[in-house]
């Protein structure tokens, strides 16, 4: 109906690192999010506000095409977008410091790493190809190869198909067990507020609102 007033459609990771904070923050917001196991969709009472849960992954497509006026996303998986992709992406709105993470390269225990020299003429797995590379080429290495992968990156050196492995680590548990140590940390992430580029004035009104409910309610969090 043309009498409904505009509503802010927001992405959102359903299940996962980056639901469960997200999930916190906007009932800090006063924001109460009905998420049940099968609903891809929710909507918020106390603000004009619908809720789209997705696969993390899907969030930066979302927002770039306009599908979705905002999304709450990792820093790891809007720069991996932005890097990839042609055309427009989604702008950061805010940076919200919940669900930090590095993104690391890591090499087997027993090679002396000295710097990101060691990695010219060698194969690295990660599903981070954009990200990678940057890194690589920043720090001057110019024929390394990446190898695509979109999981178990831990196995490929054992397996022979890559020498190094570059992906998220967090207590380096993982690494340890599969014979493998943190070399560079390429990467620092959190969770960002993203927004579609070209919000019109309505719905930038509508973001800058719930931008503002979020700086309150993580302000006072970390008081
Ligand atoms: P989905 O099913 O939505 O695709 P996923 O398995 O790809 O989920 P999660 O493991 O839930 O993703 O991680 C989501 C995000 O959480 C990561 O992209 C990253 O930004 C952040 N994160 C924070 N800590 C970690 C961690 N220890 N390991 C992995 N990701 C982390
Ligand atoms: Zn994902």
Redesign the pocket.
Known sequence: KETDSPRLRLAV???????DDTFDLLAKCGLKVRHGRSRLFARIDELPIDVLL????DIPELVASGAADAGI?????FEEDRLTRDGEGAVIADALGF???RLCVAVAKGEAYAGPAYFSGKKVATSYPGLLQSWLEESGVKDAQIVLMHGAHEIAPRLGLADAICD?V?TGATLDTNGLKVADTIYR?E?LLIAAPGLDVAKAEMLGALKGRMRGALASQHA
């Not at 990771?13 to 639901?19: E, I, M, N, S």
């Not at 997705?54 to 992954?57: A, E, G, K, Y």
Request: glycine residues 14%; positive net charge; proline residues 0%.
């Open positions: 990771q359903k299940k996962g690192r980056l639901a997705v696969r993390d992954d996303v990792g820093g790891n998986v669900s930090r993470c998220i967090s992430s969770a």
